[in-house]
């Protein structure tokens, strides 16, 4: 996976708990991107990262926010999980910010109970 | 809202058979579309770019685009049963490369 994991692979937490997904690449790539991907939904943008705490939204950014301290860490918290954030969350990077440079990272598995 | 449509399957070929895979998009003004694979459980592989109007071959997959009917399609020839997985169509919409919107994917099954 291009030098890119996500931690943790998997999560189990309750409504209204908060929960921080972490993606770490080895790439030194400037560009970090946060999707879901839901049935019957493509993959969905929510937040990406330009550079080091240069952060914007994607389509679906509200509930989530994102922090990039480091060029190598991106991460993704859920201020209060709600049951609709279930879901698998991939993180992915891209040397010049364009999808034909853009890599994955394994995905996480989250259930909101 | 910026949609692009692809048919969910599964679309059934048999082995050594060619597999066409359809997307069509919204936005008159996209400049860029791509194919991905995605094998259960994996995340997402980018098999095929393209950018403008025609084919574009990579080994077995071809890549067709038509702006003017808003079609991009994907064709597999001599379907091996590894080439079973979600193909997820995305398309790069004016506005930057950060507006992108995927589809849901078609699910391919080759059948041995």
Known sequence: ?113 | QKEVEQNSGPLSVPEGAIASLNCTYSDRGSQSFFWYRQYSGKSPELIMSIYSNGDKEDGRFTAQLNKASQYVSLLIRDSQPSDSATYLCAVNYSGGYQKVTFGIGTKLQVIP
């Not at chain 1, 859920?78 to 990077?93: D, G, K, M, N, R």
């Open chain 1, 1 to 113: 996976d291009a030098g890119i994991t996500q931690s943790p692979r998997h999560k189990v937490t309750e409504t209204g708990t908060p929960v921080t997904l972490r993606c770490h690449q080895t790439e030194n790539h400037r560009y970090m991107y946060w999707y879901r991907q839901d049935p019957g939904h493509g993959l969905r943008l929510i937040h990406y990262s330009y550079g080091v705490k240069d952060t914007d939204k994607g389509e679906v950014s509200d509930g989530y926010s994102v922090s990039r301290s480091k060029t190598e860490d991106f991460l993704l918290t859920l201020e209060s999980a709600t049951s609709s954030q279930t879901s698998v969350y991939f993180c992915a990077i891209s040397e010049y910010g364009r999808l034909d440079t853009q890599y994955f990272g394994p995905g996480t598995r989250l259930t909101v109970l």
